[in-house]
T-cell receptor
Framework: DGGITQSPKYLFRKEGQNVTLSCEQN?????MYWYRQDPGQGLRLIYY???????QKGDIAEGYSVSREKKESFPLTVTSAQKNPTAFYLC?????????FGPGTRLTVL | AQSVAQPEDQVNVAEGNPLTVKCTYS??????LFWYVQYPNRGLQFLLK??????LVKGSYGFEAEFNKSQTSFHLKKPSALVSDSALYFC????????????FGTGTRLLVSP
């Protein structure tokens, strides 16, 4: 987990609210990623960014949005359009051929 | 499209015995293969990777993995399991070096009994 921080660790959201998950890295990595983890389904890619001010949709981008204004930061917004947002969210970064992960944020919709 | 299969949801082994966690993959071109471990409510920790070269890859905490191209497998192994090895293990594959779009397996839970 070293070098990549995610906050908060736990997040509770009421239905209809947007929430933003923070991801910061001090590894000087160019690429950053957001994954969603559900029990028994492994990790699924939401969005990824290879450079500042550029990002692409992953496999399950609907209901999510991101920004990449700084190399160190890649926040994820879970919008009210995401119908089933309760999950464990993982941020990762990479500079060459290996992704390193943050500690995760557990989001629960009340 | 690439895919990864981890055929066992759970592997049980006694402490001190060897362990194997299985992974098979499907990818066009040369595969780049990874193993990660996850402890409860934590992020994934990188264990080892195969990019090219020797088919036997050594990684962290005494783990190793063998790349078998003919069987499209990348099984994770350890000669002597520890109770502290109990965790969730993920295999992942990417068809590209450099920037990756990793595809993960569904994970295998390893339980090591004392």
């Amino acid at each position: 987990d070293g070098g990549i921080t995610q906050s908060p660790k736990y997040l509770f959201r009421k239905e209809g609210q947007n929430v933003t998950l923070s991801c910061e890295q001090n590894l000087n990595h160019d690429a950053m990623y957001w994954y969603r983890q559900d029990p028994g389904q492994g990790l699924r890619l939401i969005y990824y960014s290879q450079i500042v001010n550029d990002f692409q949709k992953g496999d399950i981008a609907e209901g999510y949005s991101v920004s990449r204004e700084k190399k160190e930061s890649f926040p994820l917004t879970v919008t009210s359009a995401q119908k089933n947002p309760t999950a464990f969210y993982l941020c990762a970064s990479s500079s060459s051929d290996t992704q390193y992960f943050g500690p995760g944020t557990r989001l629960t919709v009340l | 499209a690439q895919s990864v299969a981890q055929p066992e949801d759970q592997v049980n082994v006694a402490e001190g015995n060897p362990l194997t966690v299985k992974c098979t993959y499907s990818v066009s071109g040369n595969p780049y293969l990874f193993w990660y471990v996850q402890y409860p409510n934590r992020g994934l920790q990188f264990l080892l990777k195969y990019i090219t070269g020797d088919n036997l890859v050594k990684g962290s905490y005494g783990f190793e993995a063998e790349f078998n191209k003919s069987q499209t497998s990348f099984h994770l192994k350890k000669p002597s399991a520890l109770v502290s090895d109990s965790a969730l293990y993920f295999c992942a594959v990417s068809p590209l070096a450099g920037f990756q779009k990793l595809v993960f397996g569904t994970g295998t839970r390893l339980l090591v009994s004392p």
